[in-house]
């Protein structure tokens, strides 16, 4: 199954438009399925069906078939096309009391599992109970709400098309009668999954929403990288030219004629993309008898790939056999450059125009042990890769990393948190194996706990030097999103516990700190720690906090929430508009201090991403230090952001 974003919401919030863009841009599928719940109310009211039996038969002797295209989406009921039936005024008013029967929802629901388990990359699922019901593992799940007025002009405006004048006041009642109906029906009610990222859309328009799911999408690193086969016959120098792209010398050997060997990917980036080479390892061309046949790995790969490289040693020119490929390849209909390797100078690069007879245009003329031309093919193959590619390289799974200093509990937390439930992480495919993971259930959902390897080993052997401890913490931290940092209460807080939060600070992650070991507070050092908080942790007082016990397991159940809020903020995006007009009066409440006899002007800010957020000041002169700060806390009190650090960036323009 490829990657599923479940879009929930109530009517009129912009779901399916939204839904459809993104699909389209991922090239991934897309299933609406209020549109199977609208198919089943047309059908109840064509055969006059009532009760659930009788609409279940009309079901079973119509099956509805979603069509996914996103520029095209359509619904069949047997053989009869009803896309545009199925939106009239009698079925809308239909689809809410058809949707609440539990029967109903039962069939519905396993026809829908199966048209999303067919979705081979990734597929945006649009409805009422996709994150809560449908798919909860999702890997990103979305619950888009406008205000009821804001829906209601937008259904209107598109009612009104072919309608005299408009009709928001009747729209807007029934969109309400619709939500009322949706949220309290007791079968799969419409609910916001509570690992849901909630986006109001009520001042976005179509493209601002669907770039703020984007945005998710890409942070979370959902969308598949493109995928680069290496193909040719064995000995052209693919793996040379595979070492070459990696700028390291693995252990990749070049191929032996008739060995095969499994299609392994490696990650590459080149000029800040990121994409998979994959080797093909041996492209057997095998005469059999009179007709020459493609290794199985090599049409795997090809399937696979998005882009192929197909590579020719120019010292040996094309064989018969290479035809074969070629035409093999034109096939597949995706980018192909074609590669002359081992050309080492002038000389051989006329020798290799031969190539051109391939008929796959002008070869690369490339020699891959030396890295002559390597820089060129690289540009050339990074101007032709998609924006979504087939390898996932995550699973949704929220990262958490649990660090602080020995003796403080972590194991003990590790232990108490993923109880019988525990399991060592299978790799993901494309991703290089690393089973220090552990996915962990708590709160309802399943996370992903990086590097807990090191936990247990630090645990038990405690002497591991302060050099390896912080290297480990900093690979940990490289690969979380959320940092759990664990402090033991019963102790004063040390240099070495602000060190850890202080790095997670800097490596710009959300951060839950833990209390650790509070069975063992007492009163007199309840009221020490309260006041080392204040001295000491001042400076992160965004920090989401959780007093708990791992020992007796005493609010556990407080991490789940903690680390949502905290992922939450470190998501959140505030629109321009917003934020400027927040500025707009702050900075008019508290112009920024004179320097140098100059007043600076800030002119306007905007998030320039998310993750932790960063904002942007534009200004015409420099912002002291202070009123940094000062404009960081008032930008928390504003929009919140528990649970992650914010960053503030400063950019002097000179005025125009
Ligand atoms: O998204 P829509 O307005 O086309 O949906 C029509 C109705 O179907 C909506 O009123 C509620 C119902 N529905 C549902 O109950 N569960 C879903 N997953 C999708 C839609």
């Not at 979603?66 to 009698?90: C, H, K, M, W, Y």
């Not at 109906?181 to 079968?187: E, K, L």
């Not at 930008?635 to 002097?652: D, K, M, S």
Request: negative net charge.
């Amino acid at each position: 199954m490829g990657i599923v974003v479940a879009i929930d919401g109530p009517s009129g919030a912009g779901k399916s438009s939204t839904s459809k863009a993104i699909a389209l841009r991922a090239n991934w599928n897309y299933l609406d399925t209020g549109a199977l719940y609208r198919g089943v109310a047309w059908l109840a009211l064509k055969k006059k069906a009532s009760t659930p039996q009788q609409i279940l038969t009309a079901l079973s002797d119509s099956p509805l078939k979603f069509v996914g295209d996103p520029t095209n989406a359509q619904l069949f009921a047997g053989d009869v096309d009803i896309t545009s039936q199925i939106r009239s005024a009698e079925v809308t008013n239909k689809v809410s009391e058809v949707s609440a029967l539990p029967e109903v929802r039962e069939v519905l629901l396993i026809l829908q599992r199966k048209m999303i388990a067919q979705a081979q990359r990734g597929i945006v699922v649009e409805g009422r109970d996709i994150g809560t019901v449908v798919v909860p593992d999702a890997a990103l799940k979305l619950f888009l709400t406008a205000d009821l007025e804001a829906r209601a002009i937008r259904r209107d405006a598109e009612l009104v098309i072919g309608q005299s004048s408009s009709q928001v006041d009747i729209v807007s009642q029934s969109l309400a009668q619709r939500d009322h109906t949706d949220s309290t029906r007791a079968t799969s009610p419409l609910a916001m999954a509570s690992d849901a990222i909630e986006i109001d859309s009520t001042s976005l328009n179509l493209e601002e929403t669907a770039e703020r799911i984007w945005e998710l999408l890409r942070e979370r690193r959902l969308l598949g990288l493109p995928i680069v086969a290496v193909l040719g016959r064995p000995n052209v120098g693919k793996s040379t030219l595979i070492n070459r792209f990696l700028g390291r010398r693995e252990a990749i050997v070049e191929d032996t004629p008739g060995v095969t060997r499994d299609r392994v990917t490696y990650e590459c980036t080149w000029n800040g993309r990121d994409f998979m080479v994959m080797d093909t390892g041996g492209w057997e061309s095998k005469p059999n008898g009179i007709s020459i046949g493609v290794s199985l790995s090599a049409e795997l790969a090809m399937q696979e790939a998005d882009v192929l490289l197909f590579v020719v040693d120019s010292h040996v020119g094309a064989l018969d056999e290479d035809d074969v490929l070629v035409q093999e390849l034109r096939k597949m209909k995706k980018p192909i450059i074609l590669i002359a390797n081992k050309v080492d100078g002038p000389t051989d690069e006329a020798e290799a125009h031969a190539l051109w007879n391939l008929g796959l245009g002008e070869p690369a003329f490339v020699s891959a042990l030396h890295g002559r031309g390597s820089g060129d093919l690289l540009d050339q193959i990074t101007n032709v890769l998609p924006e979504v590619g087939g390898a996932q390289v995550q699973d949704g799974y929220r990262r958490v990393a649990l660090i602080g200093r020995p003796n403080v509990g972590k194991s003990s937390l590790l232990n108490i948190l993923a109880g019988q439930n525990r399991s060592l992480v299978d790799d993901v495919p494309g991703t290089t194996r690393d089973p220090v993971d552990e996915l962990i259930e708590i709160g309802g959902s399943i996370w992903r706990f990086v590097d807990t390897a090191g936990i247990r080993r630090r645990a038990n052997q405690q002497s591991g030097t302060d050099y390896y401890a912080t290297l480990r913490t900093q690979i940990a931290l490289e690969r979380c999103e959320v940092a759990v940092v664990v402090l033991d209460a019963s102790v004063p807080i040390s240099e070495q516990d602000l060190r850890i939060i202080t790095m997670v600070e800097d490596a710009g992650k959300a951060m839950v700190i833990v209390m650790n070991k509070w069975d063992l507070m007492d009163e007199d050092r309840a009221n020490y720690l309260d006041r080392e908080i204040d001295r000491h942790l001042d400076q992160v007082e965004w920090a989401q906090r959780v007093n708990l016990a791992a020992k007796t397991g005493w609010h556990r159940d407080r991490l789940a929430p903690a680390l949502r809020t905290a992922l939450n903020s470190w998501e959140r995006r505030v629109p321009t508009s917003r934020l400027n007009s927040f500025l707009g009066s702050l900075v008019a409440a508290t112009p920024p201090p004179v320097r140098g006899g100059k007043q600076p002007k800030i002119m306007y800010a905007t998030q320039a991403g998310i993750a932790p957020p960063r904002f942007v000041i534009f200004t015409t002169g420099f912002l002291e230090a202070s009123y940094r700060r000062f404009i960081e806390r008032r930008l928390r009190e504003e929009f919140g952001f528990p649970g992650t650090p914010v960053q503030v960036a400063v950019r002097v323009r000179e005025r125009d």
